[in-house]
């Protein structure tokens, strides 16, 4: 007898296949049989209403690590139909970590990924330092699956301590890298990401940018044993290093027969030839035989900030991020100084900041006057007589600073160039951040909006094509056992979702990070039904009960 | 398949410093234009990074201007 047995249903089975009506079976958290019609009982059954159903959606790049451990759903990803996460990207995971070396690895965290301090301090203990201990703390409460990367940054601080971040690794110290990597390897990590770009909270390199590329090459050797990915962050600002990383990358993946990944890479409008040559070195990659993914987010870049916390807003503004990073006292302080301030406006650019600002919108926030919102910076500033630059602090400080702003469509959003960039076959599509960033943007969602901009709007991809972008391609890719595809012998990781109506809601403010901390959200918009390993994780009544996910075992 | 021509580039050798690099890099060129022009070439490392001109190992230091 079947556990469950979903009727009616479009099935949408993740090969990219035609869909078709039909029924899908499961027993023991797993599919058993799909077709234009199942036979023998059912425990239950579930009407799926002509809607489509699909394998679960995997979202490849996240940095949900921390979240996990007190919110084992990774919130709200499983309702947009996320039913595997890929975290410990960039560089950063929570293990391996000594005890002594936390302050420093969640420094990198807060300032990399956005993560306020509460969310390492209050909200789980922590009782780990290997790799399997933390395995074993994630493994508590999972309602999601989830496929962790192990850090390049991490792994040197544990080998090299204060070192880490200092100098190249001596051969000993690259040897005890390997160790500790296959360790993790051995213990559920499913392989390792490095940064080229990112900075810790001091503004210092983080470590993996100190490695020789003969110590990543050596660590390379050891994910060659596993098959396992290696995940880069490159100077995605400069298409000339991108492709330098590409081809650095290619030559990593055919000597060790290993499949890369690079993230994140945009479409701009000010460089449009940029993403075409960065694709096409790719492609050529590719057809030598190298495995080097491009991944692509869906999303436009919308950056929100207030000037209450630092934000990624101003990383081209040195002095902006030095005032931003005070606490608050200094920092308002700093605002209110005459000095200081003509500097930031200075800084802002010729035009006061202008060009940079000005088509910022102010959004609201809880202490923000209702008549300003929806009103850009430049209409503000004009009524007040003021550069952009200064009528931002001021208006933010006039109210606590608590004045929300957009930056909207700050590139990434000319759909029509977009979705052809997403269909093709050699572009894996991702990087959308979920678990980071809280305070910036809303990553959550972007499957949504795959389909509500580049299925139902420009058509760029079929219902069929995006959904095994998102599932069976997604695990092909990483190599993930018996994920992404609706067929027998798989897991049970299901969504059931409108293709007429699937997409994102609007973006909005929350305050359910620990002690009470902000970050913005959206609501699941068509998604029906929710399954993980077989079991009913998610309708729109809410999340049930059911604790279901797992660590993803790999392929090989 | 072969590869089109991408800019060429070199990764920075343990403790290298800019002399060392732009000799080994540009062995044709006086060592100062040499580091002059890898300096010009590398604004990434030379002018975005604080503190600027620190060689980090996992660097990619271009030996050649940006293609047309």
């Known amino acids: 007898m079947h556990d469950l047995v979903i009727r009616n249903a479009r099935v949408v089975d993740g090969t990219g296949a035609p869909a078709y009506a039909g029924e899908v079976a499961v027993k023991d958290g797993r599919i058993v049989a799909v077709g234009p019609r199942v036979e023998g009982p059912a425990r239950a059954e579930m009407d799926a209403g002509g809607k489509a159903v699909a394998p679960g959606f995997i979202d490849p790049h996240t940095h949900f690590d921390v ?3 007190w919110d084992g759903a990774a919130k709200p990803s499983l309702e947009h139909g996320v039913t595997s996460i890929i975290p410990g990207n960039c560089s950063l995971s929570l293990a391996p970590l000594r005890a002594a070396d936390r302050k420093a690895v969640v420094g990198m965290f807060q300032q990399i990924e956005e993560l306020p301090p509460e969310a390492f301090t209050i909200a789980f203990e922590w009782t780990w330092e290997d790799w399997e201990g933390y395995r074993r703390a994630l493994e508590k409460g999972l309602a999601i699956n989830v496929a962790p990367l192990v850090g390049h940054s991490v792994i040197r601080v544990w080998v090299m301590g204060a070192d880490a971040n200092q100098r190249a690794a001596r051969p000993d110290e690259i040897a005890a890298m390997q160790d500790v990597l296959r360790q993790c390897l051995q213990a559920g990590a499913i392989g390792l990401s490095t940064s080229f770009v990112d900075v810790d909270e001091n503004a210092r390199p983080v470590p993996s940018r100190f490695a020789q590329f003969a110590e990543l090459d050596a660590l390379c050797a050891v994910l060659g044993e596993f098959g396992r990915m290696l995940q880069i962050v490159p100077e995605f600002y400069d298409a000339d290093i991108t492709i330098a990383r590409i081809d650095q990358l290619a030559e990593l993946s055919l000597k060790h027969g290993i499949p890369t990944t690079y993230s994140p890479v945009f479409d ?3 460089t449009p030839a940029s993403v075409d040559r960065i694709l096409g070195r790719s492609a ?6 190298a495995r080097v ?3 692509m987010q869906t999303r436009p870049i919308d950056i929100s900030f207030s000037l209450l916390r630092p934000s990624l807003f101003f990383a081209r503004l040195p002095r902006w991020v030095r005032v931003l990073r005070q606490p608050l006292e200094a920092r308002i302080a700093s605002l209110t ?10 800084d802002a650019g010729p035009d006061g900041g202008e060009r940079l600002m000005g088509r910022l919108v102010v959004r609201g926030g809880g202490e923000a006057p209702a008549h300003l919102a929806g009103k850009t910076l430049k209409e503000i500033a004009d009524a007040r007589g003021q550069s952009c630059a200064l009528a931002l602090i001021e208006v933010s400080l006039e109210h606590g600073l608590d004045v929300a702003f957009l930056s909207a469509n700050g590139g990434h959003d000319n759909t029509d160039r977009i979705g052809p960039l997403l269909a093709r076959p050699d572009v894996h599509i991702g990087a959308g951040d979920g678990g980071a960033h809280l305070a910036s943007f ?12 580049f299925v139902r709007g420009t058509g760029a991809l079929t219902l069929e094509q995006a959904v095994a972008k998102i599932t069976g391609e997604t695990a092909a890719i990483w190599g993930l056992k018996d994920r992404g595809l609706l067929k027998p012998g798989q897991a049970a990781d299901i969504v059931v979702f409108d293709p007429d109506r699937i997409g994102r809601g609007e973006e909005r403010p929350i305050f359910d990070m620990p002690g009470d901390g902000m970050r913005y959200t959206r609501d699941s918009v068509g998604v029906e039904a929710v399954l993980v390993n077989g079991e009913l994780a998610w309708t729109p009544a809410g999340y049930t009960d059911a604790k279901a996910g797992r660590i993803c075992e790999m392929a090989g | 398949m072969t590869l089109t021509v991408q800019r060429r580039f070199v990764t920075p050798e343990p403790d290298e410093t800019l002399e060392a690099l732009a000799a080994r890099a540009l ?3 006086p060592l100062e234009a040499a580091m002059d022009r890898i300096r010009g070439w590398n604004l990434h490392i030379f002018a975005m990074r604080k503190p600027r001109g620190l060689l980090l190992g996992g660097d990619v230091v271009f030996v050649e201007p940006p293609q047309s």
């Not at chain 1, 050529?284 to 035989?289: D, H, K, N, S, V």
């Not at chain 1, 809303?442 to 901009?453: K, M, N, P, R």
């Open chain 1, 67 to 69: 979240q996990l451990l």
């Open chain 1, 268 to 270: 701009n409008r000010q």
């Open chain 1, 284 to 289: 050529e990659q590719f057809a030598r035989g």
């Open chain 1, 293 to 295: 993914w491009p991944q």
């Open chain 1, 337 to 346: 100084d005459p000095e200081t301030v003509a500097r930031m406006v200075e």
């Open chain 1, 442 to 453: 809303a990553t959550y969602g972007d499957t949504g909006y795959l389909f509500s901009e």
């Open chain 2, 27 to 29: 062995p044709d060129l």
